[in-house]
């Protein structure tokens, strides 16, 4: 083992908490600011660095989206949404462990997963045609319309405008000027972090404005590392993510569904609990049972069989 390199790693891992941790500076912009840095030393050791500050800027911007509401990367968008509501009762310490465990474990599966699948990866990869992007870029838009939530025309709404801000610049194939109305700065386009980390930024700033100086709530950040007991560690995250996903893509049966049961009570029974199958089963069949009673008049108005 290497203990310069390992060592290099932790520099470059806590140095990256710090840049991540600032909104507006991304792991991508540290990297490039190290390129020139390291250009004159050893391959593995410059490689070292920049991994470090990559993965560490990639965490570290999960802290202020957990405290702030304000993603200091776009990849912790997402922390923000689940983390920052936790913070809003007093638990950012708990927030903040289980984003560092879940960080842990997810880069070191990425790393492995990367070290085997990398060469097949990029064969794969190297064979996307100008037409393979184009149907990429209308899956994603057609995502947005399906995971908007309830109503699609916002989410797709918001796919809009995110293409038109992505318009901005110079086309990248034929070299035109696309919506710079002569301004040389827009000739470069409209950074997506900028945007992204302003949008979450902005809009965190006026209802924090709004709320006249309400008193923040005390955190606990007295313990970080998650206890047994706690609800949501990361298995229990795992199956939310998976419950998500299969409300999403249920949503448009959803409305097709001339009759739909939804039971109250489920939630707190997961996918691996077999061993209450007869009460998960009593509950369902109850609300069938209610919701059944309740339309056998309009479906049977004569014979009024159920």
């Known amino acids: 083992m290497d203990w310069q390199v390992m060592a290099l ?31 004159s030393w050893e391959l593995n050791n410059a490689l070292a660095l920049m991994c470090g500050v990559f993965v560490g800027a990639v965490y570290g911007g999960a802290i202020t989206a957990i405290l702030l509401n304000i993603p200091g990367a776009p990849a912790a968008i ?6 920052y509501p936790l913070a809003q009762r007093g638990e950012a310490g708990k927030a903040i462990g289980l984003c560092t465990t879940v960080s842990l474990f997810a880069g070191m599966v990425g790393v492995a997963v ?19 992007f184009f149907l990429l ?31 901005v610049g110079m086309d ?31 809009s965190e700033a006026l209802t924090q404005f709004r709320g006249g100086g309400e008193t923040p709530p005390k955190q606990n950040l007295s313990k970080i590392v998650p206890d047994r007991d706690y609800r949501h560690n990361v298995f229990g995250i795992l199956m939310r993510t998976y419950h998500l996903m299969s ?23 997961g996918n691996t609990q077999l061993d209450k199958g007869r009460e998960i089963f009593d509950i369902g069949y109850e609300a069938a049972r209610k919701v059944i009673e309740q339309v056998k008049d309009i479906v049977y108005p004569r014979s009024g069989e159920a």
Do not use: Q
């Open 9 to 39: 790693v932790w520099a470059g891992v806590f140095a990256g908490i710090w840049v991540g941790a600032i909104p507006g500076l991304s792991g991508t912009m540290a990297v490039s600011l190290l390129i020139s840095f390291t250009f």
């Open 78 to 83: 997402a922390t923000g949404m689940e983390g």
């Open 114 to 132: 990367l070290a085997c699948a990398a060469p097949i990866i990029a064969n794969f990869a190297l064979k996307f045609s100008p037409r393979d």
């Open 137 to 167: 870029a209308l899956m994603g838009i057609l995502l947005i319309g399906s995971i908007g939530g309830g109503d699609p025309i916002k989410g797709i709404m918001a796919g809009t405008i995110g293409i038109l801000i992505s318009m």
């Open 172 to 202: 990248p194939s034929t070299g035109e000027l696309r919506y710079t109305f002569g301004n040389l700065n827009l000739m470069a386009g409209i950074s997506f972090v900028t945007a992204m980390i302003g949008l979450f930024g902005i």
């Open 247 to 269: 409300h999403c893509n249920v949503i448009h049966d959803r409305r097709n569904a001339d009759i739909l049961i939804e039971p109250d009570g489920l939630s707190i029974y």
